[in-house]
């Protein structure tokens, strides 16, 4: 895959991690629309949502888990762009975060406890990671 100016690890995993969230949203649009409806879905929503099914339920959440942690790793993986620095430790860190995050979505829609804690605390271990790297005397 040609990622054009994308030529550090850190940009290369901020891009896949955009390409991820579009996929945990469509995800958790399809479970809503398949729970909720069309009508529901394109309506005005002043009613309560009808419930969405344990899996539904899990991958909205999942969804939601990834934008809260998401903004500080793009804000951290583009201050190291912006600076220009771009070590081993934030390279490890972005991938981390990526991989973390991939995994996590399948391990909490299956409802799996304490690896779902895990992989998020991974997430936040790579972002630390990528800070560390832009400032190492951190």
Same mark, same amino acid.
């Given at each position: ?5 994308f ?20 995800l958790? !649009? ?13 309506? *005005? ?9 344990k899996?539904?339920?899990? !991958?909205?959440? *999942?969804?939601?888990n990834?934008?809260?942690?998401? !903004?500080?790793?793009?804000a951290?993986?583009?201050m *190291?762009? *912006? ?9 490890l ?25 895990v ?10 990671? !990528? ?8």
């Amino acid at each position: 895959m040609d990622f054009g100016d994308f030529n550090t690890v850190e940009m290369r995993m901020l891009w896949l991690s955009i390409a991820l969230g579009l996929v945990q949203l469509l995800l958790a !649009v399809l479970f809503s629309l398949g729970a909720r409806g069309l009508p529901w879905g394109a309506g *005005a929503r002043d009613e309560p949502a009808p419930p969405l099914s344990k899996i539904g339920g899990r !991958v909205e959440r *999942a969804f939601k888990n990834f934008l809260e942690t998401f !903004v500080f790793f793009a804000a951290a993986v583009l201050m *190291a762009n *912006a600076m220009g620095k771009h070590t081993a430790m934030s390279a490890l860190g972005a991938e981390i975060f990526f991989w973390s995050r991939v995994a996590y979505v399948p391990v909490y829609a299956a409802g799996i406890p304490f690896v779902r804690t895990v992989l998020w605390i991974a997430s936040l271990v790579g972002i630390g990671m !990528v800070l560390r790297g832009i400032f190492p005397g951190m």
